[in-house]
T-cell receptor, first 109, second 115 residues
């Protein structure tokens, strides 16, 4: 069974701080996606990474796919209250995407 | 209206009630999905429809009954639910109806509370 563990589960930081969240598995994925879900809404796709070692940047967000395509990280620079939400990773399995356990981030003003 | 819409946004029902959740996608996609999102659990895939045909049922109890009359609409019929079925029910759609994984677009969800 393919599982994706995300850490930390919860994170509360002050505005302006940097943070990294992790998505780890013992399985290899063809690609991996990151979503952000705000309270009362569905998840919204942020990025898809497909190549081992790939780094993608989206404004203050930096996404990295591990060389072995088993793990990924999301780094946020100078976090803002608008970054608050649930961050989900999803790995491309054989027939479907497998979602991770999620990291709930709260950025305090 | 664009994207994926879900109605109602909130639903409170008793264990003996029958209700239905509705999902509509305006993206021209061929695949639609129902997920259950509970606190402290990963997103649980419930059902998948490709070109109106059900292609996946992840051992979901029969008190949940999906219906997909066309590629744009998806329903989840609920009857004799249990309090542990209280959760956020998310609908999603994706372009590819062949069964291969592809990017999913989610609706805002229906927050269901079973009393």
């Amino acid at each position: 069974t393919q599982l994706l563990e995300q850490s930390p589960q919860f994170l509360s930081i002050q505005e302006g701080e940097n943070l990294t969240v992790y998505c780890n598995s013992s399985s290899v994925f063809s690609s991996l996606q990151w979503y952000r879900q705000e309270p009362g809404e569905g998840p919204v796709l942020l990025v898809t990474v497909v190549t081992g070692g790939e780094v993608k940047k989206l404004k203050r967000l930096t996404f990295q796919f591990g060389d072995a395509r088993k793990d990924s990280s999301l780094h946020i620079t100078a976090a803002q209250p608008g970054d608050t939400g649930l961050y989900l990773c999803a790995g491309e399995g054989t027939y479907k995407y497998i979602f991770g356990t999620g990291t709930r981030l709260k950025v305090l003003a | 209206e664009t994207g994926v819409t879900q109605t109602p946004r909130h639903l409170v029902m008793g264990m003996t009630n029958k209700k239905s959740l509705k999902c509509e996608q305006h993206l021209g996609h061929n695949a639609m999905y129902w997920y259950k999102q509970s606190a402290k659990k990963p997103l649980e895939l419930m059902f998948v429809y490709n070109f109106k045909e059900q292609t996946e049922n992840n051992s979901v109890p029969s008190r949940f009954s999906p219906e997909c009359p066309n590629s744009s609409h998806l329903f989840l019929h609920l009857h004799t639910l249990q309090p542990e079925d209280s959760a956020l029910y998310l609908c999603a759609s994706s372009q590819d109806g062949t069964g291969a994984p592809d990017t999913q677009y989610f609706g805002p969800g229906t927050r269901l509370t079973v009393l």
